[in-house]
């Protein structure tokens, strides 16, 4: 037998309390949006309340901080393809220079020289390009790179 959420169940609940079947979007059948009610209207619904014990993220970051790259330079360009743009030149010059590049993404170039990493990201029209010395980068990094004066002060 399937298995459903609480939450799933009130939304099927929802959506049959509004005259539709779950397989049913909003608008079928009608070009307009079936009428909407709200499940706990009438009626007492209890509140998920997460529980969550362990170290916050800004505890985490901070003990994470010493293996994060260190920002070299940023970059402030026109729009985001001239930032993509600079990008290729870099991922060309370290071709002729003999330098191992990975291109991870089209805004997102590593190269590695200098005993360590150097790392390109275009942020919309930014540009920023970070040291790793070590190559220990947590993966939380590239979620948290651009708040990291939230999560450190």
Known sequence: MMQMSKFGLLCVLGALSAGMSSAQSPDQGTGKGAP???????????????VFEGPSLREIVRSE??????????IEYSDRPSCTEDLGRIYQSALLRGVYVIPRASDWLETF?????????????????????????????????????????
């Not at 007492?44 to 309340?49: G, L, N, T, Y």
């Not at 901080?65 to 940023?74: F, K, M, R």
């Not at 540009?127 to 999560?151: C, K, Q, T």
Request: proline share 5%; charged share 30%; aromatic share 16%.
């Open 36 to 50: 909407t009610s709200n499940f706990c209207e009438n009626q007492e619904c209890s509140v998920f309340e997460p």
């Open 65 to 74: 901080a010493s293996d994060y790259p260190q920002i070299l330079n940023e």
């Open 113 to 153: 020289e200098d005993k360590g990493r150097k790392i390109y990201f275009c942020d919309g029209n930014i540009g920023r390009e970070y040291f790793d010395a070590n190559n220990r980068i947590p993966d939380r990094w590239h979620m948290v790179r651009n708040s990291l004066s939230y999560f450190l002060e």
